[in-house]
């Protein structure tokens, strides 16, 4: 009589013990119910694509006084480094400028870590598709890659990038807004059209409120 009298409970445990176990399992395979995200993007973090490369290349190579070529050419080839800030915040140096991203002779690449899309891998174009001045990545290096020793400059650049540059405007931004230039960290107050787009030259656009630091030097191993 005890033992038949025990038993049922002894069941009866075993069930709820087995359905609490069930229901553990299920929040293992399932995880926790994910909460909404209040972080906000990535992207926000990100330098902003202000000023895009623009879409005729080619005639804006003719218009800096360069010539467009079926390829690249290293009598002078050289790598410069441009950082813009408007009010402390980094701006895209894109990548493309100085190239016919459409001419089916360059090559598009998307295995960028920081997800940007790289154009070159130009053996010969059947038609100009590439300036002696160019990007080739959004990393804000400046590649000359050209037939003749003369050094570019950066107001070539601007040119080609569509965007305004003298003594006081950079873009939309004029005085009063403050606009300074520095190389290597050290001020200029020359014309910034004439700088010369020498190896390793770290420029520096400042508009409006710097950066907590201005760069002095920057990363040229990919180049």
């Known amino acids: ?9 002894l069941v009866l445990a075993v069930v ?5 176990g069930d229901d553990d399992a299920d929040k293992t395979k399932a995880g926790p119910k994910a909460s909404p995200s209040t972080s906000t993007s ?8 202000k000023w895009p490369a623009p879409p005729d290349p080619m005639e804006r190579t003719v218009e800096a006084g360069l010539e467009p070529e079926v390829k690249e050419f290293l009598v002078n080839h050289v790598h410069a480094h441009l950082d813009v800030f408007i009010d402390g915040s980094p701006v ?10 459409e001419n089916p002779g360059v090559r598009e690449f998307n295995d960028n ?3 940007s899309t790289s154009y070159g891998g ?9 300036s002696p001045l160019h990007t080739h990545d959004a990393d804000g290096i400046i590649h000359t890659e050209s037939a003749t020793p003369e050094p570019n400059t950066l107001g070539e650049f601007f040119v080609e990038w ?15 807004t403050p ?12 014309d910034p059209r004439d700088i010369e787009l020498t190896d390793h030259k770290e420029i520096a656009i400042v508009i409006g409120t710097p950066p907590a630091e201005i760069p002095k030097t920057a990363d040229f191993s990919r180049a």
């Open 1 to 9: 009589m005890r033992r038949s009298a025990v038993l049922p409970v």
């Open 16 to 20: 709820v013990l087995a359905g609490c």
């Open 42 to 49: 990535s992207s926000a973090d990100e330098p902003a694509v």
């Open 92 to 101: 895209v140096v894109p990548s493309g400028i100085g190239i016919d991203i």
């Open 113 to 115: 870590p920081d997800g």
């Open 122 to 130: 130009i053996e010969e174009c059947l038609r100009p598709c590439i």
């Open 162 to 176: 569509g965007v305004r540059l003298d003594e006081s405007c950079v873009g939309e931004y004029c005085s009063p």
């Open 179 to 190: 606009v300074a230039v520095y190389v290597a960290g050290e001020r200029v107050t020359d």
